[in-house]
């Protein structure tokens, strides 16, 4: 008895440091939590600030006005399903983007995300293009193009003008589609009676670091796929020359700090905020030198250049590129990835390790959504689906369990027989399994195989923007943000915020209490040291799994309850299971 008072007491501790540094260990380990877009107060929902939601507005203290700044130069408008904004002709700058599909919060009269703002705003963000020439004058950040059109739309390309009066002509001809994609053709004509030599560029200028975390499992920040792959190894302190990527430190891999240039055909270079992307995309077939640089401030700049290109007098030459500047949606990439030919475009979205499984959930799970209209309920048909195909292994695991419970007096007494020799105790222990045909780590194999499941699911609800403020029933209004209902200041009557380790909603609850009815239908364990365990484990697992996103925690509730609905249909096949261990015999 004094042992097993002292394993509960090891048990007890250890469950306590668990529970008080789950929190930090959890930011470490996985992709941050989407705050919460509501806060229940006398119990109704409140819409809360985003961080992360407008990318433009995420630096500090504003320069200017924005809507001043927009009107001191002239603009052509831009009007798509997905997109609203100007490009300046000033510079010939797209430097004015709005998002109309997505809000800054699930308020009604939210107003819409702002990806672009032109220098001298709040979190200026654009893209720019021209070209580097010696002995011939170019536009520069200053000159004022002239446009054949006032308005931008799918369908309807404007064209933007400028002379250098000495005989060369430069223009950029802009073309959107339905979503996300600038195509910008940039030419030069020479009418001298000299050729000239010219570099077109694209580049993107951004202040300010975002809000949004980077971490190793989602990466926030310089992004872009080059000769070998996705490049996630790239951080806003690593331009700055302050510290290498996270991948660097620990394998040598990638360029070192301040080093960010490549030499590469195809590919593509930008910025990547949780939900927010932009990104330029060259001619695929050429050449190009893409850097990513510290500027003024904390200013930063993606860049991308052609090798120099001569052009003989009477001639004209045009360079094709794209601009990626909208919502991480992943048709959308995927989409640009495969009619692009542009490799590893899907990848803005860090997958990770589990991409196998997460692509398929998501597809999955957005074919279930608009077969049913909620979210919500469409996890719970993706976790009916997810217990269905694992029903089999479920049975193996429960047959195995029941063999493993008769096993359990012969077990008992080979252990004492043998219990001043460990080794002779394993060896034949071992060979009990062998005789008698039992695995006894098969019943470990569903459990093994719902942990990927479940970092898929979360991933998928984290870090998807179609998941972003995807309302369920009731209060929670962003199945990918924590339950924003606290119990312990009734609702929001009692005004005061709990500390996070004890802001547990009702959903929480709901999942503590599923879990301890599996808990109770299990077998019951022969060790009372096991029964102490299995008794505290679901209120302990309520406090960790309460700052997960509410749909992870509708997944694991239903998956609770239909194992209890699997464990009953179970018994009835394997009756072993219920009745009580015979005694062990008694050691020869």
């Known amino acids: 008895m004094k042992d097993d008072q002292k394993n509960f007491v090891i048990f007890a501790v250890l469950a306590a440091a668990l529970l008080f540094a789950w929190q930090p260990l959890m930011h470490w380990v996985f992709p941050q939590q989407q705050p919460a877009p509501t806060k229940v107060v006398n119990g109704k929902s409140q819409a809360l600030p985003q961080p992360g939601a407008d990318p ?80 011939v004058a170019v536009p520069t950040k200053d000159t004022v193009f002239e446009a054949d059109g006032t308005v931008l739309k799918p369908g309807t390309p404007v064209t933007l003008r400028w002379d250098n009066s000495t005989g060369q002509r430069f223009s950029v001809r802009f073309s959107v589609d339905d979503n996300y994609l600038f195509t910008a053709e940039q030419s030069v004509a020479n009418l001298g009676s000299a050729p000239v030599s010219v570099r077109p560029y694209s580049l993107l200028s951004r202040t300010g670091v975002p809000t949004d975390p980077d971490s190793w499992t989602n990466h926030i920040g310089p992004l872009g796929a080059f000769a070998n792959g996705a490049n996630y190894d790239i951080s806003y302190k690593n331009l700055e020359g302050q510290e290498p990527g996270f ?38 077939k050429l050449q190009v030198n893409a850097a990513f640089r510290p500027a003024q401030g904390d200013t930063f700049q993606a860049d991308a250049a052609l090798p120099k290109i001569e052009i003989p007098a009477g001639k ?132 093994l195989l719902q942990i990927p499941i479940m970092f898929a699911l ?23 943000a924590p339950d924003p209902a606290t119990i312990l200041n009734l609702f929001g009557y009692l005004h005061f915020t709990p500390p996070s380790f004890l802001a547990i909603g009702v959903v929480p609850v709901l999942l503590g209490v599923s ?7 299990n077998p019951a364990p022969m060790d009372e040291m096991q029964k102490q365990i299995f008794a505290i484990m679901p209120w302990m697992l309520m406090f960790m799994m309460a700052p997960f996103a509410v749909g992870l925690q509708i997944y694991w509730i239903t998956s609770n309850c239909l194992t209890v609905l699997q464990q009953q249909f179970l018994y009835a096949r394997h009756p072993a299971l219920k009745e009580p261990v015979k005694k062990e015999a008694k050691a020869k």
């Not at 919060?105 to 654009?126: E, I, R, W």
């Not at 893209?127 to 010696?134: K, L, S, T």
């Not at 891999?253 to 593509?268: D, R």
């Not at 609800?461 to 199945?479: A, K, N, S, V």
């Open 316 to 447: 004209r030459i045009v360079t094709t590129s794209h601009v990626f500047a909208g919502a991480k949606e992943v048709r959308a990439l995927d989409h640009y990835e495969s009619s692009l030919g542009v490799a590893h475009f899907g990848n803005a979205i860090d997958w990770g390790w589990f991409q196998i499984l997460e692509k398929p959930i998501f597809y999955y799970l957005g074919w279930l959504f608009h077969l049913v209209g909620n979210f919500g309920i469409a996890i719970i048909l993706l976790t009916i689906t997810i217990r269905g195909l694992l029903f089999p292994i479920a049975q193996k695991q429960f047959a195995s369990m029941a063999k493993m419970r008769l096993l359990q007096p012969k077990m008992k007494a080979v252990q004492e027989r043998y219990k001043d020799d460990k080794q002779r105790q394993q060896q034949e222990v071992m060979k009990l399994y062998k005789d008698e045909k039992v695995n006894p780590l098969a019943g470990c194999l569903p459990i």
């Open 515 to 521: 879990m301890f009815f599996q808990m109770k239908f």
């Open 56 to 135: 433009a507005a995420d630096s500090p203290k504003a320069l200017r006005d924005r809507a001043a700044v927009l009107a001191e130069s002239p603009r052509v408008a831009i009007d798509t399903p997905a997109l609203r904004g100007s490009i300046n002709l000033k510079g010939a700058r797209i430097d004015d983007l709005q998002l109309p599909k997505f809000r800054e919060t699930v308020a009604k009269n939210s107003p819409a995300v702002t990806l672009f703002s032109p220098s001298g705003t709040k979190g200026a963000y654009f893209a720019g293009f021209g070209w580097i020439a010696g002995g």
């Open 247 to 284: 991948f660097s430190k620990i394998f040598g891999t990638s360029a070192k700090a301040g080093e960010n240039a490549f030499n590469v055909k195809g590919g593509w270079i930008g910025f990547g905020d949780k939900y927010w992307l932009s990104a330029l995309i060259p001619d695929q």
């Open 458 to 480: 979360y991933k998928v609800l984290l870090l998807t923007i179609e998941m972003r403020h995807q309302p369920f029933f009731g209060w929670i209004h962003d199945l990918s």
